[in-house]
């Protein structure tokens, strides 16, 4: 904890560590990395740490403290040390397992990689875990928002997001585009850009294995596979069959497939055990919308996972009130799902909401789920007096628009 030189490790606080069984040790003062975020990211923090400091308090009587490393990264580490993702912040999230992230920026067409790609990738955050579920008076598009209660577990490490590719006009795609000519039989245009696409068994099934265990633990009822296997047999269709082998192989005891299920009475699995499904990701996006109860906890490689989380959310409320955690095996990231959204930097404005449940789903996380329920109960009961920001009032009569910091302080009276 003495080795880091840009960083100012608090000497108040424990680094949460892990048993030889994997299980995490928490502290009753555990340091958590801080990444205020770009744009917006840093007005949302200041929003949602007192009060997730204020439900820690109130749930443990002071006997339980968060303690907060602010880690810069992205703009903020451009401006401080010439760089936007400095080995010192990933080493602080690696060194004390937990932390909490405010949304980066990331450039479109050039500029720096994804922040939020690579942080998942050289910490090997495999799992992107996204709970969608309605609160009683959000504005929904739909005619019964609370049938969606979901789990989205999204591969984090492969498919397109993997970065693998060049552009067009590049000595590096025409090497790849003669080679797929030459020696597969394969024709691309000699001007196209060019990716590679890798999906492979390890990665899906500790995906899969996760999802399994958490439909377990938290006494849901299914687990749906989604992919585009019909296409893609290799790569999705492989995820859908490795999902499957996982399921039979690892949780033989307690899982059914979804026709196994039909052929019993009732066409219902015993006591203690869920249904494994699959759907095709475009027969998918159809059915979460018209046959939403259906579903439960869905396991989906990258792209299937990004597109189907931002979906489900756009029926509860947006991506204001969507969580979002990034999980490993040693270490997890919660954070915003949300963009930066720099037009709206510093107008105190944006609904905090989102990375306020993630800061709830951290605390889940780490075991301190009276502070997480608090923080749910209370962020409702906000929502259902009225108290809401710009982007919900504008879609509920009778709402009062309040300030970010206003909308915070708002919870926290709640708690």
Same mark, same amino acid.
């Given at each position: 904890?003495?080795?880091?030189?840009?960083?100012?490790?608090?000497?108040?606080?424990?680094?949460?560590t892990?048993?030889?069984d994997?299980?995490?040790?928490?502290?009753?003062?555990?340091?958590?990395?801080?990444?205020?975020?770009?744009?917006?990211?840093?007005?949302?923090?200041?929003?949602?740490?007192?009060?997730l400091?204020?439900?820690?308090?109130?749930?443990?009587?002071?006997?339980?403290?968060l303690?907060?490393?602010?880690?810069?990264?992205?703009?903020?580490a451009?401006?401080?040390?010439?760089?936007?993702?400095?080995?010192?912040?990933?080493?602080?999230?690696?060194?004390?397992?937990v932390?909490?992230?405010?949304?980066?920026?990331?450039?479109?067409?050039?500029?720096?990689?994804?922040?939020?790609?690579?942080?998942?990738?050289?910490?090997?955050?495999?799992?992107?875990?996204?709970?969608?579920?309605?609160?009683?008076?959000?504005?929904?598009?739909?005619?019964?928002?609370g049938?969606?209660?979901?789990?989205?577990?999204?591969?984090?490490?492969?498919d397109?997001?993997?970065?693998?590719?060049?552009?067009?006009? !590049?000595?590096?795609? $025409?090497r790849?585009?003669?080679? *797929?000519?030459?020696?597969? #039989?394969?024709? @691309?245009?000699?001007? /196209?850009?060019?990716?590679?696409?890798?999906?492979?068994?390890?990665?899906?099934r500790?995906?899969?294995?996760?999802?399994?265990?958490?439909?377990?633990?938290?006494?849901?009822?299914s687990?749906?596979?989604?992919?585009?296997g019909?296409?893609?047999?290799?790569?999705?269709?492989?995820?859908?069959?490795?999902?499957?082998?996982?399921?039979?192989?690892?949780?033989?005891?307690?899982?059914?497939?979804?026709?196994?299920?039909?052929?019993?009475?009732?066409?219902?699995?015993?006591?203690?055990?869920?249904?494994?499904?699959?759907?095709?990701?475009?027969?998918?996006?159809q059915?979460?919308?018209t046959?939403?109860?259906?579903?439960?906890?869905i396991?989906?490689?990258?792209?299937?996972?990004?597109?189907? !989380?931002?979906?489900? $959310?756009?029926?509860?409320?947006? *991506?204001?009130?969507?969580? #979002?955690?990034? @999980?490993?095996d040693? /270490?997890?990231?919660?954070?915003?799902?949300?963009?930066?959204?720099?037009?709206?930097?510093?107008?105190?404005?944006?609904?905090?909401?989102?990375?306020?449940?993630?800061?709830?789903?951290?605390?889940?996380?780490?075991?301190?789920?009276?502070?997480?329920?608090?923080?749910?109960?209370?962020?409702?009961?906000?929502?259902?007096?009225?108290?809401?920001?710009y982007?919900?009032?504008?879609?509920?009569?009778?709402?009062?628009?309040?300030?970010?910091?206003?909308?915070?302080?708002?919870?926290?009276?709640?708690?």
């Open positions: 904890m003495t080795d880091f030189r840009l960083l100012a490790v608090p000497r108040d606080g424990e680094p949460i892990l048993a030889e994997g299980s995490r040790i928490v502290p009753d003062r555990p340091i958590l990395p801080l990444i205020p975020g770009d744009g917006v990211g840093p007005e949302v923090t200041a929003a949602v740490v007192p009060v400091d204020a439900a820690v308090e109130r749930a443990y009587g002071g006997a339980r403290r303690v907060w490393m602010e880690v810069p990264c992205g703009e903020a451009i401006r401080l040390w010439k760089e936007p993702l400095p080995e010192e912040a990933v080493r602080a999230i690696r060194t004390f397992r932390a909490l992230k405010g949304p980066l920026t990331t450039p479109v067409g050039g500029g720096y990689r994804s922040l939020n790609v690579t942080l998942r990738q050289v910490l090997d955050l495999y799992a992107c875990v996204r709970p969608v579920r309605w609160f009683p008076g959000v504005p929904s598009p739909v005619r019964d928002p049938a969606m209660d979901v789990v989205i577990f999204r591969e984090n490490t492969e397109v997001y993997a970065g693998i590719e060049w552009p067009s006009g !590049s000595e590096e795609a $025409a790849l585009i003669r080679f *797929l000519a030459e020696e597969m #039989g394969k024709r @691309i245009p000699p001007d /196209a850009g060019v990716g590679v696409k890798p999906i492979s068994p390890a990665a899906t500790r995906l899969v294995r996760a999802a399994i265990r958490y439909a377990l633990e938290n006494g849901r009822r687990v749906t596979l989604v992919h585009k019909n296409i893609m047999k290799y790569t999705e269709g492989a995820f859908r069959n490795w999902g499957y082998q996982t399921a039979r192989e690892e949780f033989g005891d307690r899982t059914v497939t979804e026709e196994e299920a039909a052929a019993l009475p009732g066409g219902a699995p015993p006591e203690g055990k869920i249904v494994i499904k699959d759907r095709i990701a475009d027969s998918m996006f059915q979460i919308l046959r939403t109860a259906e579903y439960d906890v396991a989906a490689p990258n792209l299937n996972g990004d597109y189907l !989380s931002d979906a489900c $959310a756009a029926q509860v409320g947006g *991506l204001g009130l969507a969580p #979002g955690a990034n @999980i490993g040693e /270490a997890a990231v919660f954070e915003a799902t949300h963009g930066s959204a720099p037009r709206h930097a510093g107008l105190d404005r944006v609904n905090p909401g989102s990375l306020l449940l993630s800061g709830a789903m951290l605390l889940r996380h780490i075991g301190w789920t009276e502070a997480a329920d608090r923080i749910e109960a209370a962020l409702g009961a906000t929502i259902a007096a009225g108290t809401v920001t982007d919900l009032a504008r879609q509920m009569e009778g709402a009062r628009a309040v300030s970010t910091s206003a909308f915070g302080r708002a919870v926290a009276e709640r708690l």
